[in-house]
Nanobody, 114 residues
Framework: VQVVESGGGLVQAGGTLRLSCVAS????????MGWYRQAPGNKRELVAT??????ANYADSVKGRFTISRDNRNTVTLQMNSLKLEDTAVYYC??????????WGKGTLVTVSS
C-alpha cells in the first residue's frame, strides 16, 4: 500500500485548510485510515482516524474543529477549521490493513501563523 498526502501549507490562525490522502496498491485490505501529526521536538500523535464502517475518532485537542471523512475505500480528507498556532506540524496519513500493518505517507507541512 502506498499513501500520498496533499493540501498542506501556510494559513493564519483562525483559518481553514483541507488535507487529502490517497492510498493505492492493495487497498482491499485497508480497515482504517487516519491522520497523525508531529510538531518539532514532539512525538507523533493521533489527530483523527476513521474506520471502514465510517466511525471516526478524534484527539481531544481537535474535536469540534477538525472533521475526517472517507470519500471512498482509499481516500480520506481532513477538514481543519479554526486553526491554532499549536496545530503547526507535519501531518501524516496512515492506512492500516488486516493484521495491523501500518502504511505511512511522507507527510505534509501545516504552518499556522499569527
Amino acid at each position: 500500500v502506498q499513501v500520498v498526502e496533499s493540501g498542506g501549507g501556510l494559513v493564519q490562525a483562525g483559518g481553514t485548510l483541507r488535507l487529502s490522502c490517497v492510498a493505492s496498491g492493495s487497498i482491499v485490505g485497508i480497515v482504517a485510515m487516519g491522520w497523525y501529526r508531529q510538531a518539532p521536538g514532539n512525538k507523533r500523535e493521533l489527530v483523527a482516524t476513521i474506520l471502514r464502517s465510517g466511525t471516526a475518532n478524534y484527539a481531544d485537542s481537535v474535536k469540534g474543529r477538525f472533521t475526517i471523512s472517507r470519500d471512498n475505500r482509499n481516500t480520506v480528507t481532513l477538514q481543519m477549521n479554526s486553526l491554532k498556532l499549536e496545530d503547526t506540524a507535519v501531518y501524516y496519513c496512515n492506512a492500516r490493513t488486516w493484521g495491523d500493518l501500518d502504511y505511512w505517507g511522507k507527510g505534509t507541512l501545516v504552518t499556522v501563523s499569527s
